[in-house]
């Protein structure tokens, strides 16, 4: 599990657990719970394991430059979490999570807000970046 945690903004994000020798077009479920300002979401979000860890590398990118963004994207529906470089020395956190529930409603939260780059920060993206980069050095170790 993984989190972050300011006084206006909590994210935590629970992928599935991946076993080594997982291939990168492996469908991976990942439970989200997010509160901004207020508002709250709980919903699971699917992705493709390179795209995770495209989005655990994007991450460790900004956190080390303070440039860019990182973008974590359900394959089938238009649920996003993007984390983007902002002037002044911080990030907007910015999305939509969906909840289609059983009795045909949808709930919706479309959020944003600020983070600065803080230690809280540093360790939610190294921990994913740890966590999920050594995926790609095996993928290039396959014939």
Not at 43 to 54: A, I, S, Y
Not at 75 to 97: H, N, P, R
Request: proline residues 5%; charged residues 25%; contains cysteine.
């Amino acid at each position: 599990m993984y989190r972050i945690e300011t006084p206006s903004f909590f994210l935590e994000l629970d992928p599935d657990t991946v076993p080594t020798g997982t291939p990168p077009g492996e469908c991976i479920f990942i439970e989200i719970k997010l509160c901004s300002s207020g508002f709250s979401a709980q919903t699971t979000v699917r992705e493709f394991l390179r795209g995770l860890v495209g989005f655990a590398d994007d991450l460790k990118a900004l956190d080390d430059s303070a440039k860019g963004s990182a973008r974590l994207q359900d394959f089938a529906t238009d649920q996003y979490i993007e984390f983007s470089a902002q002037k002044g020395g911080y990030m907007k956190v910015t999305g939509q999570l969906t909840l289609e529930e059983p009795d045909d409603c949808t709930q919706v939260l479309s959020f944003e807000n600020r983070l600065g780059f803080t230690m809280e920060f540093r360790k939610f993206a190294s921990r994913l970046h740890h966590d999920f980069s050594g995926f790609v050095n095996e993928w290039r170790k396959k014939p």
